[in-house]
């Protein structure tokens, strides 16, 4: 299995595509919830690389089949979820060979526009050098008794690329990613240090710790918990006893981070409360929180993870396709 660093690097270069989930609809996801078998996804085969038929156009180039296949099946070795879309999408197919050459040729523009110099050969050396040691260093059998490859030559062998195809995929995700880091120097983000409570409201089957109460319920036990709390109430000891947050009761309900990573009343609440003030009750998805802002500032979007700058990742991706006027000429 690839270490975390290349699974983080394939979502990152799927940003675009993976929004392709959404080519089935939720109603599809409704109808597979209803439907549910133990059916196996279907398996992914790597796509022929000798065709240099012309798949699209933008401004200042084109991108033939062979790029586009090759793309593919590297970020499909990278990422088996990208492998388990095309494997059993079969009937989407078109479209997301539409999204993903729409990404190949936004990349090769930004990557042109990218002085080269020496780092980013380093850093691809560099990045190289971390895929063959995972392999090195893992358990070499599974779970289910199959053997797990001992190299990057044998793990790659008929995935429809060679290494150096692989070296230059990661040069120019180094040069990419400098673009991208120009275009966002001076963005900044909402950071925010905050203490809450989540009073869930559930029926007691999943997501809740089991927790079975109704919206009322929920309601009039974030109160209590805000009653306390204005007293004099200990934070830490109330998010013990009350929260159904298992990511920060034990932790004095402290959580921080980008605003924007919580759900949006959520995020509204700790971007606009005045600091060291207890909420009134603030409804989500999850139920009722209370909470307390204790810090708030501007951070560099460059010092934030790449779960922060995706979004802004995202804009910055989009603006290019909309400035290369992307054509598809797929059939």
Same mark, same amino acid.
């Given at each position: 299995m690839l270490n975390k660093w290349v699974k983080r690097t394939a979502t990152i270069l799927l940003a675009s595509a993976l929004v392709l989930t959404g080519c089935g609809g939720a109603k599809e996801e409704k109808q597979d919830d209803k439907n549910n078998t133990s059916q196996a996804p279907a398996e992914f085969k790597p796509l022929p690389t000798n065709s240099d038929k012309v798949v699209a156009e933008y401004k200042g180039g084109k991108v033939t089949e062979a790029e586009l296949h090759r793309y593919i099946n590297i970020v499909a070795?990278?990422?088996?979820?990208?492998?388990?879309?095309?494997?059993?999408?079969?009937?989407?197919? *078109?479209? /997301?060979k539409t999204e993903l050459s729409k990404e190949v040729a936004a990349r090769k523009y930004m990557a042109g526009l990218v002085k080269d110099d020496d780092s980013y050969q380093k850093k691809t050396e560099e990045t190289m050098k971390e895929i063959e040691g995972s392999f090195k260093n893992q358990p070499q059998s599974q779970?289910?008794?199959?053997?797990?490859?001992?190299?990057?030559?044998? !793990? /790659?062998?008929?995935?429809?690329?060679? +290494?150096?195809?692989?070296?230059?995929?990661?040069?120019?995700? &180094?040069?990419?990613? !400098?673009?991208?880091?120009?275009?966002? +120097?001076?963005e900044k983000?909402?950071?925010?240090?905050?203490? &809450?409570?989540?009073?869930?409201?559930?029926?007691g089957q999943d997501g809740q710790q089991g927790t079975k109460r109704t919206d009322a319920e929920a309601k009039k036990?974030?109160?209590?918990? *805000?009653?306390?709390?204005?007293?004099?109430?200990?934070?830490?000891?109330?998010a013990k006893e009350y929260s159904d947050d298992p990511g920060s009761k034990n932790s004095a309900g402290m959580i921080e981070g980008s605003a924007d990573q919580f759900v949006p009343e959520f995020a509204k609440a700790s971007k606009e409360m005045p600091l060291n003030e207890i909420s009134d009750p603030i409804k989500t998805s999850y139920g009722y929180h209370v909470l307390k802002v204790l810090e708030r500032k501007k951070e560099p979007? !460059?010092?934030?993870?790449?779960?922060?700058?995706?979004?802004? *990742?995202?804009?910055?991706?989009? !603006?290019?396709?909309?400035e290369i006027g992307f054509k598809s000429l797929l059939k």
């Open positions: 070795f990278l990422d088996p979820q990208l492998a388990m879309m095309m494997g059993s999408m079969k009937d989407q197919e *078109k479209k /997301i779970q289910d008794g199959q053997k797990q490859p001992k190299s990057l030559d044998e !793990a /790659i062998n008929g995935k429809g690329f060679t +290494k150096d195809e692989l070296k230059d995929f990661f040069y120019n995700f &180094h040069r990419v990613d !400098a673009y991208y880091n120009e275009q966002l +120097k001076d983000y909402d950071w925010v240090k905050v203490q &809450h409570i989540l009073v869930s409201v559930g029926d036990r974030a109160e209590e918990v *805000k009653q306390k709390l204005e007293k004099g109430g200990d934070f830490a000891k109330l979007l !460059a010092t934030a993870d790449d779960q922060v700058k995706q979004p802004k *990742k995202q804009e910055v991706y989009e !603006a290019v396709v909309k």
